[in-house]
């Protein structure tokens, strides 16, 4: 909004110049959401304890400490999140930007999925909200309908095929089988997000470092100059959604105050599901969707070893892990819940520095 209002006055105000630059509207987002977070984040959670006296529902058969240190801590902090987020894109981001409104649909949509599953918990008083197949469905119709748009907005030698990373020109033709290819890859990552979503400030700190790493992607992959010179798909409008990934950062830097152990407030479903289904929906737009299961590779383990446990069970009645996702497979282990969230941090960086690495070495 502020580019279409202040952008125009640059003639006769030389300051707004600064409006041009996706640098300094990507900062203002950050700092913006980030200020919106921790203005409105105490007032959000005693609203949220006014309306949920017992807070979120703790599983039963979950790690013993839980109902312990977690009891009563109120849940649907996403909405936190998602207010900062969505209030400081629209105001630093450009209106008319085409990938501005399929991005943001994505992650209000799953937010309100979401919102729905943890209000179900709390009504129920149990773990168990909406059905897996109604949640996924509503998913997979907001995935197939932005799927067609990024489609329609790609360079049409980029319309059907996805990149390579660490090769350079090498695209993978899907043709049609694009479609179903992108609305996994959104779907998955709000999923695994929501998988990893299971200790203080484990999932949200990720996701910062994945946001962090696609702003920077964004960035160059809509520069045609930087773009030439990584070798790396050229997506002409992109370079705005920098400027997302920066209100991404500064509303999870303002959750993460709250959300820090002990945690005042869980971001929940209503969070976790629309945090991954916007990294998921960045990443097909910048083209860069296999760069997601490498900066996004801890959200990825996580949700294998949910996937292998089931499969194991269901094949032999053994478990591989003590319980999963694998976080509460070391807190069975013994391992303090503040060693496991910082190890799991170590690990995303590592592999947020190999995915961005894959920019160069091609």
């Known amino acids: 909004m502020l580019p279409d209002l202040l952008v125009p006055l ?3 105000y030389q300051f707004f110049n600064l409006f041009r630059y996706i640098t300094f509207r990507t900062g203002g987002a950050t700092i913006t959401a980030l200020l919106i977070s921790l203005l409105c984040g105490p007032a959000m959670i005693r609203w949220l304890k006014g309306h949920q006296a017992e807070g979120q529902p703790i599983r039963a058969d979950g790690p013993e400490s839980h109902l312990v240190t977690k009891i009563g801590t109120p849940t649907m902090g996403g909405l936190l999140i998602l207010g900062a987020f969505a209030l400081s894109t629209l105001l630093w981001m450009p209106l008319s930007n085409p990938y501005l409104w399929p991005v ?5 949509a799953f937010g309100a999925v979401g919102s729905f599953d ?3 918990k709390l ?6 909200g909406m059905s897996g197949r109604m949640k996924l469905a509503l998913q997979l119709l907001v995935a197939f309908a932005v799927t067609i748009v990024f489609v329609e907005l790609s360079p049409a030698q980029l319309r059907y095929g996805v990149a390579v990373p660490f090769l350079k020109d090498t695209l993978v033709p899907l043709g049609l089988m694009y479609v179903p290819f992108a609305m996994l890859v959104i779907v998955g990552a709000s999923n695994a997000v929501n998988l990893t979503d299971g200790l203080d400030g484990l999932a949200i700190v990720p996701v910062m470092i994945v946001a962090a790493c696609f702003g920077l992607i964004a960035y160059l992959a809509g520069n045609v100059n930087f773009s030439s010179y990584l070798q790396i798909n050229y997506v002409p409008g992109t370079g705005d959604l920098a400027v997302m990934c920066g209100a991404l950062l500064g509303a999870g830097l303002g ?3 709250f959300n820090a152990p002990p945690a005042r407030v869980f971001m929940g479903d209503t969070g976790s599901l629309a945090l991954g289904g916007a990294l998921g929906a960045m990443s097909v737009a910048t083209r ?6 490498i900066t996004g590779g801890l959200f990825v383990v996580e949700t294998l070893s949910v996937i ?9 009645g053994k478990r591989i892990f003590l319980m ?4 509460h497979h070391f807190e069975r282990k013994g391992w303090a819940e503040s060693t496991i969230v910082i190890r799991f941090w170590i690990i995303a960086v590592v592999l947020a520095l190999a995915g961005l690495s894959s920019l160069k070495l091609r």
């Open 308 to 316: 292998l446990q089931v499969a194991s069970f269901k094949l032999t």
């Open 118 to 120: 943890d209000w179900m």
């Open 123 to 128: 009504r129920r008083r149990s773990h168990h």
């Open 324 to 327: 999963a996702p694998l976080h």
């Open 288 to 293: 860069h969707e296999l760069v997601l299961a």
């Open 104 to 108: 943001l649909s994505v992650a209000l």
């Open 255 to 257: 959750f993460l105050w």
């Open 10 to 12: 640059a003639g006769e």
